[in-house]
């Protein structure tokens, strides 16, 4: 934006400004600003679009471009020459070919605000609840039509249609599962499309679907405080519920796997951001008290709530926030700015509740997370949102953050226990079920009693509930009782580690591995288990499918490396002996024997040379077969680690894991959760961190209450910095 003075004096008290347009002179538009009272406006509408370059993504670039032609990149705003970024350019094109708007009050936030003044800026923020809530209605711009714009809403609204077919049918969307070829004949027809549907226009449908706008922070809440919402895309009219649909059809099913194929050639990224419209429907019913009541009794929501804790928006609120980890914000304060307008809704059409909780971006983003953090677990009373804390290694994220606060900059993958609440009833997602034949806490630890604040500094407003709880927090610091159920003694791969062929730590973790599970299964049934979270499981020959195609990998890596052949490099490493060694006692035939895996790669060309054909039939089927697991290990495996305990058991955690660290039970938790002492100085207290949230396969739903029992474990108060 130009450097020159805003065009416009300071805002009064509780005022905003509004937009009118006129028809351009010498091809510059003109704007005019206007200041009004937020309590008394007139009728207005606000517009939600996104900020940047134009909206035309990169694959629909390399198939064609966008039919609108350049448009002026300064307007006249007040009389003064302003400059804007193209993507606002093409929206006020829009606006201004059509005559009528000159007529209404428009609020558009990079020309309504002065983006440079910090305390205008914060001071409208916290305005946002209002400006959307009572405008006439919402006018989202997903940006210029092009020649796919019609093909494309065209197959949106057939598959919305095939999706509420298929919805009223018992088990339906597994039909939608057997599709391989999104362009074949066959498929069209189950899918309910034009059979001349080609994979240039499933490009364009994807294309459409990763607008920026569909995974930019703001407009979820922009989306969520409307009384109704118009949009456009070009000048073609967009039907929500049929996009909403849609959108359910591709994540419900194999679909999202053969998009991915069909745009990039392989898989679609495990972290994607498109098919995002759910959770704007999310959040439009959070800020409706009957929707809202009727969302809470879903398992998905209230799985972050136990007996006993407490309903209130700032539990909303957080849900809300952790399901839209993956969209994107400029500055990552909005990651948790950007609901305070919904947050507010929540709070006083919904729980009555008292909101004085202020967007300030003089914070630093540390500070705001560790107070967002602060408010949900006090509010709440429960360790349960401890859950919300997940990996995030690799990215780069906000430094100095407590271990026991998520760093809401990052994309994760879903936590544990939210995605369990898809998939199993709510009973069997239980950590803190293995305590119940323990002494009772209260009987053995402080209960501290505090006062339910309502305003983002817990400290300062008076008490509206009271309620006891079992931790306590000062600043930083997070004092909480916990209960270790195992101690970590050996790692396992990561997701990426297995993608690489670097398989060697889990392999060893097994050897190491009692070859009977605690629960009486055996170790690779136990292992193969955990990996899906003990649900979906499939048949065995997938899995084997896997470990032969990673052997395949493997070898082809070596040779090209340093010209190892396969049967030496196999040697090398004691694959012949692992396998004879894991599969001596009749264990089930997760891993092929070494007859089976030399017969298969002399049969794909792999034994010699490495020379296989990797577009073969075979290989092609292979990784058709392997695809199938991946589309949930997106959901157990990615950022995470396998380990083994101390007692035998398997699980899952942040691959941060290292071998020392304990796996604690702490109240309300559904999930178990690592920690990892840090080294004190002598005299010190005990200090710990916070890895992750962690699952434990036959444990989730208090298997091991008899066990815990046995083994006399204890409570302990631990500090977790």
Known sequence: MSMRLY???????????????????????????????IDHPPRYIPVSYTWGPSEVSEVASQQSSSTSPHHPPNVLLNGTVWEITPSLSELLHALFSTPANEREYLWVDALCINQGDVKERTDQVNLMCRIYSQGAFVFVWLGPANEHTTKVLTMISQLAKTYRALRKQDDSMNVLNAIQNLSAADSLRLLGLDERTTSDDWIAFDCFY????????????????????????????????????????ILNSSMIIMLGAVVQGQSAPVKDVSYSIPIYYLAGDLVKPRRAAELEHSQEFNVWLR????????????FLVISARVFRATDPLDRVFAFFGVWEKIAKQGFGEKFDVKA???KTTRVVYTEFMTTVLLRTGSLNFLSSVQPSHGQDGIKGLPSWVPDYSTIIVAPIIQYLSTRIPLRNIDAHANTRL??????RHRIFDYRLKFDWSPRKQTSLTNRRRVFDIRGNELTVP??????????????????????????????????????????????????MFDNDLPPISRFRTLWIFLFIRQICVRWQRSGIHAEEYLEEVGIPRFLKIILENGENPYFPTFTELKATLQNLGYWKRAGGDDNSVEMQEMLAEIGKLDSHFRNTYVDRRPFLLDNGYFGMTGQDVEPGDTIRIVPDGRAFFAFRKIAQQAGEQDRYVLIGESYVSGTMAGEASDYIKQTERQWETICVI
């Open 307 to 318: 007996p006993g804790s407490k309903r209130c928006a700032a539990a909303s609120v957080n």
């Open 7 to 37: 065009p416009a004096s300071k805002l009064g008290p509780r005022s905003f400004r509004l937009l009118q347009i006129s028809r351009s002179k010498e091809g510059v538009h003109e704007c005019r600003l206007s200041e009004h009272s």
């Open 210 to 249: 990763r607008r920026r706008w569909f995974f930019r922070v703001w407009t979820i809440q922009e989306f969520a405080l409307s009384s109704a919402v118009v949009g456009w895309w070009g000048v073609k009219s967009i039907n929500w519920e049929e996009l909403f649909d849609t959108a359910r059809l």
């Open 360 to 362: 300030d971006y003089k």
């Open 482 to 531: 916990s209960l270790v159920f195992g101690t970590v003694i050996h790692i396992g791969s990561s997701y990426s580690e297995l993608l690489d062929s670097n398989f060697e730590k889990t392999l060893s973790m097994l050897l190491l591995s009692p070859q009977k599970y605690p629960d009486g299964r055996s170790r690779l049934q136990a292992f193969h288990s955990m990996l």
């Open 438 to 443: 323990c002494p009772p806490l209260e009987g």
